[in-house]
């Protein structure tokens, strides 16, 4: 009787450990479904912000005000960047009105709260798209875009997405969709250029995280290095893998004289410490995660020493633009700004600017106006739109000073 | 290639024995309970965000003082958790109470993240440093967490065999009706038990918070492969979780040698399921 109680109960909990095994994998599908209450309290709390909650008015565009959706992760495993998110947004946002809005109506967000997986982000765009929005920013995580972009086009009105996915051009042709960061191949070229030609390194290694984001870099930099026969050695890891000493050691055996790290925060921050403990130690370039603050937080100055990043934007950038940028969000906020609310503060300017040409808040003149975009200067650089609507065509190099990103150069990539 | 190996070992072991922290502190709730307690990696993580959010980075203490203000409130916690919800369901079917814990879970992580914030973190100089034998370097949070553990396990022993009230947790384990009509007192075994398993948690967030940073997400594999190093090592049975806790820890590490690092996740979670298919009574063969 024990016994057969015991193996029904292995049974129940192996199903169990599956279930959660999903969820402690980056995709919380579990968390989901608890999460899908806190859209409409987040929209509700950012409509009660601007102090007139006319969001649920299908006719906002033509009443006094314009009405943006923000698709942010506001909950889920990175809820970081949907603060970040917000803030940016809410921040430009707050300057346009202050400097008396956009053809002489006030604009309004409406954040839906995306949980950063799919799921739970189709629900926060429906929601964005039954509120009457003109646009969309967010969401941006290239998974999570690939999953809106059909409803979007279906609703008919642009978004603008942080999202960084090849495949978000490569698969998709989507007239509606813009893409206001730099492609993650953009970003990529950039790490394998500077290692072999700045660096002057012969001997890569690349750890790469086995995601998406993470294995898109690694085909991008595999390929430049067998084209230009620089011998190299790969090793991977998971999203949420703890202890790296395999890979780092199986590196430090091979003999790299470089490494070129691209994965996400949590990740580059192990990674940085677990390189500077096992004494690997030789130049490395990350990914953008590794010079914004809350990676930079994580380390300790010294695990930082030889690192380089590739990154879309810096704080150190010495702009005049990008300090007064700088400047407002830690007044508003009280903390520097970072990737994510630089991309989203800077796309509310491209709609701004795109609503301004097109002299209408008509989400189809709009689109036809973001795709005109020519030399837009905003924080995050210079927004131009080429065939495929991508708006960033280069990337900024960091040195880590002192465990704080320093700007080296902005380097354009011919796409 | 053979300080590889030595190395990868030693990390395995520091690994081990934290799934093996991570196994006796929810084999001790089923045992005394029948509650599996599938909040308990969330509870590592408001260990580690009490000491390493509260009284180190809020309060600015030491560490040792930190260590010893986050073990009492966690057991403050644990009183509380276990009268609202372990002791009211300890008579209901499994699956309500699993359900209960696992909710129990997911409001942990978003009161952490609502009190907390989102942001990660880490807690500066805590446990870091290396020491290097000839060619093999081994970081100071790893031996930290060898004896730690070590210690635990034993004083856990020293409880549960030569003490009344960890006698009285044996008995409660092996037979809760009997227990009673024995006159043991079953909630307050089951009150001490909880604060005991809240501890252990505690610690195992302080431990793991140098190798894994600070963030609502922090112990969702260490959670998993704990519950695993229970099962391999024998399911509610303190000493077969420390050896399923090794074992995993050295299998798994060694594996990324032989296959892709990518899989070593899996190498766990095969042998996990090899188990339950082959030996679901584990290594130990004994339950309790």
Sequence with gaps: MKKRNLKSLMAALLAISMLAGCSGGGAQTAASNADTTAPADSGSSAAANEGESS???????EGDTILIGVSASITGSAPTNGMRTEQGAQMAVDEINAAG??????????????????????????????????????????????????????AQYPILVGATSPKLVTTIDNQWLFRVRASDTIQAQLAAVYATENLGCTKIGLFTNSNDYGSGART????????????????????????????????????????????????????????????????????????????????????????????????SNDSELVQTFVKAFNDKYGEDPE???????????????????????????????????????????TYKANDMREMIHGGTICKMVDGKAQFLEYVLVED | MSGIIVQLIISGIAMGFIYALVGIEYTLIWNASGVL??????????????????????????????????????????????KVIFIPLRNLTMIYTIMATVMLGKIIVEAIRLYWGPVPFSVPDFLVGTVKFNNIVISIANIAIIITASICVCALQ??????????????????????????????????????????????????????????????NMIGLKGFAAGVIGGFGYLPGAIIGGLVIGIVENMASMIFPSVYKDIAAFVLLIAFLLVRPKGITGKTR
């Excluded at chain 1, 630089?342 to 973001?370: C, F, H, N, Q, W």
């Excluded at chain 2, 260990?47 to 203490?61: H, K, R």
């Excluded at chain 2, 009706?177 to 505690?202: F, R």
């Design chain 1, 339 to 381: 990737l994510y609310a630089v991309t989203y503060y800077s796309a509310i300017y491209l709609l701004k600017d795109a609503m301004e040409r097109a002299g209408s808040t008509d989400p189809s003149a709009i689109r036809d106006a973001l795709a005109e975009t020519d030399g837009l200067e905003v924080p995050i650089g």
């Design chain 1, 55 to 61: 969001a649920g008015d299908a006719g906002a565009a």
């Design chain 2, 37 to 82: 307690n599938f909040s308990h990696d969330k509870l590592i993580t408001l260990g580690a965000y009490i000491f390493g959010g509260t009284y180190i980075l809020g309060m600015n203490m030491g560490f040792i003082p930190g260590i010893i203000l986050s073990i009492i409130t966690v057991a403050v916690m644990g009183i509380i958790i276990a």
């Design chain 2, 158 to 219: 020293l409880f549960l065999y030569k003490t009344k009230p960890g006698k009285a947790m044996r008995c409660v384990a092996q037979n809760r009706n009997a227990s009673q009509l024995m006159g043991i007192d079953v909630k307050t075994v089951m009150v001490i038990t909880i604060i005991i398993s809240m501890i252990i948690c505690c610690l195992i967030g302080i431990l793991v918070s140098p190798l894994l940073n600070i963030s609502t997400t922090m112990s």
């Design chain 1, 220 to 315: 991008v930099v595999e390929e430049y290095l067998t084209e230009k026969g620089i011998e190299f050695v790969s090793e991977s890891h998971n999203t949420g893998d703890t202890d790296m000493t395999s890979q780092v050691l199986k590196l430090k055996d091979a003999g790299v004289d470089c490494v070129i790290v691209w994965t996400d925060d949590a990740e580059t921050a192990l990674a940085a410490r677990q390189f500077y403990d096992l004494g690997l130690d030789v130049p490395v370039i990350g990914s953008t995660s590794i010079s914004t603050p809350q990676v930079n937080e994580l380390c300790q100055p010294e695990w930082l020493d030889n690192w380089y990043s590739c990154t879309d934007f810096t704080t």
């Design chain 1, 101 to 154: 809005g956009v053809l002489g109506k006030q604009l309004e967000l409406y954040v839906a709260d995306d949980g950063g997986v799919q799921d739970t982000g189709i629900n926060a765009t429906n929601l964005i798209a039954s509120q009457g929005v003109v646009a969309q920013v967010g969401p941006t995580l290239s998974g999570l875009a690939l999953a809106v972009e059909g409803i979007v086009s279906e």
